[in-house]
């Protein structure tokens, strides 16, 4: 029989073209995402006469670091720094916690309208972020939390994605493993708190980058609830390098490299279980 009409042969010849599809794929996304990188860095590196004068990601020799100097003295880099990082590690401790117990609430445990409160819950994901902006502002001034970080962390602090991932990873749990722990003489909070988590540390790593990501990047909702110079966080800081006659692009390329290392520092130290969250399994070995 010839080769031709082999079914395998036929299935391995599919398998890869999709396969091949894939991988341009991914070059392709992989390019457009890191392209505005490199011409930021080589941006930031070009003095401020020669930005326009040459092509875009023409690299000026020798590099000039002076915005790099300069933007620590144009704003208070540190304070803004401070001000981010306080407010993304509460919201990524809170995040985890809600999301961790709502999670394991929503899969373990049984009480009427569980699912239909599920999906009422997860469907909020569905409503755009615009549409909140004005019901969230006024809940925080009834709180009196406007121009505070308590406005920034209030209303980040519960996610739904976030209970979303950790219900379909504790779902992956077997029920065996359940009722050994009551055997045992394990209540639900144990656990949860002694079984649970102590195997959930790739999925609660992805999470909590995703949302200390989210809170280190926020600026629109900064923007509208803080007023005071010493409470702004770093991409509302960068903001006002911009005026409206005139950008040092320069200036604000090396202020958005700066306030770009720590999530890419933070995402390689964690890349293990960022990769191993993928694999969603509950249990090791």
């Known amino acids: 029989m010839s080769n031709k009409n082999n079914p395998s042969n036929s299935d391995s010849v599919l398998a890869k073209s999709v396969q091949a599809i894939a991988v341009t794929l991914l070059v392709f996304g992989a ?7 490199i011409w930021s860095v080589i941006t930031s590196l070009k003095s401020a006469e020669n930005i326009f004068s040459h092509s875009a ?7 000039d670091f002076s915005a790099y100097k300069q933007i620590w003295e144009r704003i208070p880099l540190l304070l803004y720094a401070g001000n981010t990082l306080k407010v993304a590690l509460i919201v ?3 995040q985890l916690a809600t999301s961790s117990l709502a999670g394991y609430a929503f899969a373990r445990l049984k009480f009427p309208g569980r699912d239909k409160l599920f999906f009422v819950y997860i469907a909020t994901m569905m409503i755009p972020g615009m549409v909140l902006l004005i019901p969230n502002f006024v809940v925080m001034r009834n709180l009196g939390a406007i121009n505070t970080h308590w406005a920034l962390i209030l209303s980040a602090v519960g996610s739904a994605f976030g ?5 379909q990873f504790f779902l992956s749990f077997p029920s065996e493993l359940e009722d050994a722990a009551k055997l045992d003489g394990c209540n639900p ?7 649970l988590l102590p195997n959930s540390k790739p999925i609660l ?19 509208i609830v803080l007023n ?5 966080t770093l991409q509302l800081g960068l903001s006002y390098l911009m005026s409206e006659y005139y950008t040092d692009w320069t200036l604000l390329m090396a202020g958005a490299i700066i306030t770009l ?12 279980y960022f990769v191993q969250s993928f694999k969603f399994t509950g249990l090791k070995g």
Do not use: C
């Open 31 to 37: 390019i457009t995402m890191i392209v505005p990188f």
């Open 57 to 63: 990601f023409w690299i000026q020799f020798p590099p």
């Open 92 to 94: 990524t401790v809170g």
């Open 163 to 167: 209970t979303f991932l950790m219900r």
């Open 189 to 195: 909070f144990m656990f949860y708190w002694h079984i």
């Open 205 to 223: 790593t992805t999470l909590g980058l995703m949302a200390f990501q989210n809170i280190w990047n926020d600026f629109q909702w900064p923007l």
């Open 228 to 232: 005071d110079e010493s409470k702004r």
């Open 261 to 272: 290392l720590p999530i890419i520092l933070l995402f390689f130290a964690v890349q293990k």
